[in-house]
């Protein structure tokens, strides 16, 4: 049976275009310091994904979980950021921004699961 959502394949491909996107960055003082800011807050959450199947408990799984979607978010203002810069082309910008909004809402409901079902272990 072949899976039609993986969120960590999709993160892997989210950071990978990150990587792609910030070598197209002009180099400049600017230019270097977005980058470099972007591709950490751009990556880390495949990473973080990562730790957080191995969490040791649900508290640590929320709490990876939560270090992800703080990255995410700083990754979307950074493609804001670049959008408005206009260093370029729209399309590639906004299919990237597009992509982390959705990755936020998947890890915001993620997180709601998570403590819900902790909630309901601890009664």
């Known amino acids: 049976?072949?899976?039609?959502?993986?969120?960590?394949?999709?993160?892997?491909?989210?950071?990978?275009?990150?990587?792609?996107?910030?070598?197209?960055?002009p180099r400049s003082f600017?230019?270097?310091?977005?980058?470099?800011?972007?591709?950490?807050?751009?990556?880390?959450?495949?990473?973080?994904?990562?730790?957080?199947q191995a969490a040791e408990s649900r508290n640590?799984?929320?709490?990876?979980?939560?270090?992800?979607?703080?990255?995410?978010?700083?990754a979307q203002n950074g493609l804001k950021i670049v959008?408005?810069?206009?260093?370029l082309e729209m399309g590639i910008v906004s299919n990237e921004i597009k992509e982390c909004t959705e990755l936020i809402s998947i890890f915001v409901k993620c997180i709601q699961t998570a403590k819900k079902n902790n909630q309901l272990n601890i009664k």
């Open 1 to 25: 049976m072949e899976r039609t959502f993986d969120l960590e394949e999709r993160l892997i491909h989210f950071s990978v275009a990150i990587i792609k996107l910030t070598e197209k960055f």
């Open 30 to 52: 600017s230019g270097n310091h977005l980058a470099s800011q972007l591709v950490r807050s751009g990556v880390s959450p495949s990473l973080q994904y990562g730790e957080a």
């Open 60 to 74: 640590d799984f929320i709490h990876k979980m939560k270090i992800a979607l703080k990255e995410l978010r700083e």
């Open 83 to 87: 959008s408005q810069l206009s260093w």
